[in-house]
């Protein structure tokens, strides 16, 4: 099946409320929806949304490269374009972002011609002779964390207690103070959740090895999950010594932009956990064998979405649900974020477990309407 066109509408969607990290804080996403049109009538969609907040291309930037690439790709076979992708991606010759965006609509469209889930297909060695993994059947749903923000204890709290009036076994708090305030903040939010619930912490880069290192003595005591990037992404060195001392797991997640950092982070032993957004690490395929390698290496790892519209949050779903060495909740119930996920139905999350769609392809619709209203 050759691909006939390529079409993308790019998006900005306002968040609810203003998304407050470490890196600062986020007033809205953008984004683009890209389609693939290929033959009998098949077409597929995925999305492009890099996050320059978060050292990230711009859009601009990853638009103007796809221009471009979109005159070469026409006429070619779907699967030859996949592993095209996946080569590029591997040698950094394309944006990850641009290669996720192109690799879920091929993937959808693919799923679509043979009546499955995209889960299905990637649960297989697809395209044929890109991996050695043994044929299975895809999860029909995944474990999910809810993500904590705010920037008062009191707003944590609030949005801690509604996660587990909504069936939520996992929480992710994002830690955006000075260091003793954050510590008290996680005393105040393992009392309010108990024992039962794991909860897990984003520093993203704001710490030095001697403030991480007070606050992770401090709150071993709280029984946390892991640490997501205490120190800045860049140190490494440092990170590897962090963690031969911290008394709390420590995730490799900024450090993380594509296959040679992951190598890196795994041949320095810098991170008992790695999180992968496949926007950032490399597209899906990339994402596959990392999580293939780690896993060999005894090395946990976690998927989590961008930040982006339904689109990719679908996309990252359904790969969580194809790879069975995934047993921690991943980050993926964060589209309430969004004014709008730009999708006719939403995916469903019931008691901390998010149900992959059924149906061929992602088996998520694009809300038109929607997109056209946040059309920039």
């Known amino acids: 099946m ?18 407050h990290t470490a890196h600062g804080s986020l007033s809205q996403r953008a984004g683009a929806i890209v389609t693939v ?16 907040e978060h050292s990230g291309p711009d859009l601009d930037v990853v638009l103007s490269a796809l221009t471009l690439l979109a005159r070469d790709l026409r006429g070619r076979e779907l699967a030859d374009i996949l592993l095209m992708l996946r080569t590029w991606s591997e ?8 290669v996720y965006g192109l690799e879920t609509a091929l993937f959808d469209a693919l799923a679509r ?7 299905a297909l990637l649960a297989r060695e697809y395209p044929p002779g890109e991996g050695r ?8 749903c995944v474990p999910v964390n809810a993500v ?12 801690a ?12 708090l994002k830690l955006t103070g000075a260091v003793q305030e954050m510590i008290e903040r996680v005393k105040i939010l393992r009392a309010v959740c108990g024992p039962g619930v794991s909860l897990r912490l984003d520093a993203n880069e704001s710490w030095s090895f001697e403030q991480a290192r007070e606050f992770l003595v401090q709150c071993a005591v709280h029984g946390i999950q892991y640490i997501e990037q205490p120190l800045p992404a860049c140190d490494l060195d440092t990170l590897a010594r962090l963690r031969e001392f911290s008394p709390i797991p420590i995730a490799a997640d900024e450090a993380l932009t594509g296959l040679e950092s992951v190598r890196h982070v795994l041949e320095m032993r810098a991170a008992d956990v790695l999180i992968l957004k496949p926007q950032r690490v490399g597209g899906l395929q990339i994402c596959r064998q990392v999580v293939q390698e780690a896993s060999r290496r005894d090395i946990a790892c976690v998927l989590t979405c961008n930040l982006e519209a339904g689109i990719g949050v679908a996309a990252t779903l359904h790969l969580a649900a194809a790879l069975p060495q995934l047993t921690l909740p991943c980050g993926l119930a964060t589209l309430g974020l969004l004014e709008n996920s730009l999708l ?21 619709e694009l809300n038109r309407s929607a997109l056209r209203s946040y059309t920039c």
């Open 148 to 159: 904590i923000g705010g920037t008062t204890i009191e707003q944590a709290v609030r949005q």
């Open 113 to 119: 011609a043979e009546e499955q889930s995209v889960a």
């Open 344 to 364: 006719l139905k939403e995916l469903a999350i019931e008691q901390g477990y998010m149900a992959v769609p059924g149906g061929p392809g992602l088996g998520v």
């Open 91 to 98: 040698e950094d010759r394309l944006s990850s972002s641009l």
């Open 37 to 52: 049109i290929a033959g009998e009538g098949i077409s597929g969609r995925g999305e492009i949304a890099p996050l320059p």
């Open 161 to 172: 207690m509604a996660a587990l009036s909504a069936g939520f076994f996992c929480l992710k």
């Open 133 to 140: 993994q043994e044929p299975h059947l895809p999860r029909t």
């Open 2 to 19: 050759k691909l006939i066109d390529l079409t993308w509408i790019p998006y900005c969607i306002p968040f609810r409320a203003a998304f």
